[in-house]
């Protein structure tokens, strides 16, 4: 069954960089990965989403390796405003757990 | 605003009770996915439909169940409800069935039941 395995909670400051990863051991040749974020309340909201190598956005970076059995969000110069959970499905298999919480301190 | 709704927003009820959760996806959006988050607790997946048709199937328990109409949109239905099945319920649609498609969510519908 295929999974997604990450921190259950990260700690940053304003302006720092944060890197969030995630595993995904059973990954199979179709799947892409994406993440999400999400505020409480609210549907979780599309951020980024690659296939290999490295994808970058407007608001993120994505970092996934050659085997790709991992991917590795990044955040530049978070801000109070990017405290939100952090999922990181694969897409295939609409598995999103319980996520990453980034809690961002002034 | 993703262009996905869903009505109500609100939902309070008893145990034992039957409820419809409605949801329309984005326009041209053809894949409606629905998802249960209890408190604290991550998105659990449960049906998927694409175009009228059931695609996928998560964690749903018998006591559910739902439909895509012919105007795309759904419903969600929960009978015999029980006190731990309150949570927020969202809907999300994407144009296909390609891996590569992005979900986009609905505002949520959160139940509670008494």
């Known amino acids: 069954l295929a999974k997604t395995t990450q921190p259950i909670s990260m700690d940053s400051y304003e302006g720092q960089e944060v890197n969030i990863t995630c595993s995904h051991n059973?990954?199979?040749?179709?799947?892409?990965i994406t993440w999400y974020q999400q505020f409480p309340s609210q549907g979780p909201r599309f951020i980024i989403q690659g296939y290999k190598t490295k994808v970058t956005n407007e608001v993120a970076s994505l970092f996934i390796p050659a085997d790709r059995k991992s991917s590795t969000l990044s955040l530049p110069r978070v801000s109070l405003s990017d405290t939100a959970v952090y999922y990181c499905p694969i897409t295939d298999k609409l598995i999103f757990g319980t996520g990453t919480r980034l809690q961002v301190f002034p | 605003d993703s262009g996905v709704t869903q009505t109500p927003k609100h939902l309070i009820t008893a145990t034992g009770q039957r409820v419809t959760l409605r949801c329309s996806p984005r326009?041209?959006?053809?894949?409606v996915y629905w998802y249960q988050q209890s408190l604290d607790q991550g998105l659990q997946f449960l049906i998927q439909y694409y175009n009228g048709e059931e695609r996928a199937k998560g964690n749903i328990l018998e006591r559910f169940s739902a439909q895509q109409f012919p105007d795309l949109h759904s419903e969600l239905n929960l009978s015999s409800l029980e006190l731990g099945d309150s949570a927020l319920y969202f809907c999300a649609s994407s144009r296909g069935l390609a891996a590569d498609n992005e979900q986009f969510f609905g505002p949520g519908t959160r139940l509670t039941v008494l």
């Open positions: 059973n990954i199979a040749t179709n799947d892409y």
């Open positions: 326009s041209g959006d053809l894949s």
